[in-house]
């Protein structure tokens, strides 16, 4: 029942902010391991890579696909303990600018109903380059819910607004 109530209310808010042209077909995605909900608008493929984070090796789980000229993903990773959750979303934030070659910029605050309020949670836009040289605008929202650092982003050549803006305010975390 509250899957297909948030169903609907997404494609009213779909039809609402004009997000939802043919070429987005959005679905939600329930990341393994979390209690997010997220919306995409294209199937996500899943894999999973350990890395450095804070100091900790961890696992690093990835939802991404591309459509309409945007790369959408969410990344999330369990830093078992509390006291790295600052370190931790600083890192992904940081690592993400030097990706594409930007400059650090003023991050504002992240808005995720039921994720754990952390001074670290932030909404970032960043321009760059890929490494071959094309012009990039990302979009990311970095936050975190127990002991799990979150990143969602969306990367393209220009900056997606009412998509981007969709994307970010379907995620939510279920009771």
């Known amino acids: 029942m509250i899957s297909r109530t948030l169903t609907v209310a997404w494609v009213a808010a779909c039809v609402g902010l004009g997000a939802c042209s043919p ?4 679905r939600e995605v ?10 995409f608008p294209c199937k996500p493929v899943a894999q999973t890579r350990k890395l450095r984070l804070a100091g900790q090796m ?3 789980n990835l939802y991404a696909c591309t459509t309409a000229g945007w790369t959408w993903g969410l990344a ?5 303990d509390p006291s790295l959750l600052g370190a931790a979303l600083n890192e ?3 690592a993400a600018a030097a990706n594409i070659g930007s400059p650090a910029a003023e991050p504002l605050p992240a808005q995720v109903p039921g994720a754990t309020p952390h001074v670290a949670s932030a909404r970032v836009q960043l321009a760059g380059r890929r490494p071959d040289g094309q012009a990039v605008q990302m979009q ?4 975190a819910h127990g002991t799990r650092v979150f990143q969602a982003t969306v990367l ?4 997606p607004g009412e998509e981007a803006a969709a994307f970010f305010s379907g995620l ?3 009771p």
């Open 140 to 143: 990311m929202a970095l936050f």
């Open 156 to 159: 393209g050549e220009r900056a």
């Open 58 to 60: 961890v696992a690093l």
């Open 172 to 174: 939510r975390f279920l």
């Open 76 to 80: 999330h990773a369990d830093m078992v």
């Open 30 to 39: 329930r990341p393994a391991e979390t209690r997010l909900l997220a919306m």
């Open 23 to 26: 070429a987005l077909d959005w």
């Open 92 to 94: 992904l934030r940081s």
